[in-house]
């Protein structure tokens, strides 16, 4: 899930650049600080996350958990999402640095999204929560395997292929990052229920 | 704001769970970038696309570029190793290797002109000329005394050393090709918590 350098052509890589900066922005402005160690560990989370290989028939997909961070973090997941590619891109070679914006797009804006669609079923606990995580982890795949099939219009690939190709590769990783989200948002729901409404554009802080 | 970490000793031990795990998984496959490497064997440049040291590339479109004007010269498709073979062109000049595995993956080599280069020359141009020298040798195989000519020496000797070399440029490219080790990992999320640590501190200073 990460587009190579000299993919794409410059109006995407600069507007996708322009909302990974005020998302970037936003977040770190609605950030609680007291909670900031918790936007480091979902950062590195997410991190490691892209190495860890799911195996499916002949292609190999990698978790991407950023469903979870955006459940968890809001706005925050831009940031810690930027950053993380930031490293991946400096220490693996993953993607690289002028494609930064539109990696960082497409791994983030689906997060801000389920955190929107599904912030407060998931705040609310119990079944609501259960299924409010599940469907943001795999909302959040599904809508990233379409942006970056948005994003690559622009290369000589068609969009009805490449979007197919690459929402039916990711259906089972879908699956599991609902699992995975559905779990976390259940298991912090309990030992750290601070957590879920703490980053919330909700004037606690 | 450390110590509020530790008052999360679950979330932390959850975390480190999954860095152990994906450090056990070692051998797994990376596709998050397409490596291409172009080399010469005898009169052939072959090259081999693959998105980790076991994995290949195929089926990906290999373009291949002059490097001085920018023209396409050809074109073709890796086979089910990762492999694609083209002669060398006729005219010198430094070669640009694109290879493009869809979904955005794409990687870029530069042959330079001393790579493509002399292999080519004597190859090439010897093919004809050697079938012919040997022959007359045969015919003079009489007199035990067996002379090979200059030209014929070189081509044999470069076809062996290529023979010789291709396994480790082979090698060289699963080196090139080898995924994020523990010592990035671990580096990785040493810098997320120390820009969060700096992060508090300039908040906390104010």
Redesign the interface.
């Known amino acids: 899930m990460h587009i190579s350098e000299g993919a794409l052509s410059l109006p995407i890589l600069a507007g996708s650049g322009a909302f990974v900066a005020l998302g970037t922005a936003l977040g770190l402005k609605r950030l609680d600080y007291d909670k900031i160690m918790t936007v480091a560990l979902l950062s590195s989370a997410f991190f490691v996350a892209s190495l860890i290989h799911v195996p499916v028939g002949p292609v190999s997909m990698h978790l991407m958990l950023n469903g979870l961070l955006g459940v968890i973090l809001g706005f925050g997941a831009v940031p810690a999402i930027a950053v993380a590619l930031i490293l991946q891109a400096l220490l693996f070679q993953f993607g690289g640095l002028t494609v930064l914006g539109v990696n960082a797009f497409i791994m983030a804006a689906p997060a801000v999204i389920v955190y929107l669609l599904f912030g407060s079923m998931i705040r609310a606990g119990g079944k609501k929560g259960l299924i409010g995580g599940f469907l943001g982890g795999s909302l959040a795949v599904l809508l990233s395997a379409l942006f970056m099939a948005v994003s690559l219009v622009s290369s000589d690939e068609s969009f009805v292929k490449t979007a197919q190709l690459l929402v039916t590769i990711h259906v089972p990783i879908m699956f599991i990052e609902g699992l995975i989200t559905m779990f976390s948002v259940s298991f912090l729901a309990r030992v750290q229920p601070d957590l879920l409404g703490s980053v919330s554009p909700s004037p606690a802080a | 704001?450390?110590v509020?970490?530790f008052h999360?000793p679950?979330?932390?031990f959850m975390?480190l769970a999954?860095?152990l795990?994906?450090l056990s998984?070692n051998n797994?496959?990376?596709?998050?970038?397409?490596v291409v490497f172009a080399y010469s064997s005898g009169a052939e440049i072959v090259v081999e696309g693959s998105f980790g040291g076991k994995r290949p590339a195929q089926k990906s479109q290999v373009s291949v570029f002059s490097d001085a004007t920018g023209d396409l010269l050809l074109e073709g498709e890796t086979d089910s190793k990762g492999l694609f073979r083209f002669s060398k062109p006729e005219k010198e000049g430094s070669l640009k290797v694109l290879l493009?595995s869809?979904?955005?993956?794409?990687?870029?080599w530069l042959l330079t002109k001393d790579l493509v280069q002399p292999v080519q020359n004597s190859s090439n141009t010897n093919n004809e000329k050697g079938q012919s020298t040997v022959t007359s040798h045969v015919q003079q195989a009489g007199s035990k005394h067996l002379a090979i000519d200059e030209h014929e020496l070189s081509t044999l000797i470069n076809q062996a050393v290529a023979k010789e070399i291709e396994p480790l440029k082979h090698m060289l490219h699963q080196q090139l090709n080898k995924?994020?080790g523990i010592i990035?990992?671990i580096?990785?999320?040493g810098?997320?918590?120390g820009?969060?640590g700096i992060?508090?501190y300039l908040?906390?200073r104010k």
């Open positions: 704001m450390i509020q970490l999360k679950k979330c932390f975390a999954v860095l795990f994906s998984c797994i496959v990376f596709a998050h970038k397409v493009k869809g979904q955005g993956h794409q990687a870029e995924g994020p990035e990992i580096g990785g999320i810098w997320l918590f820009i969060a992060a508090v908040k906390n």
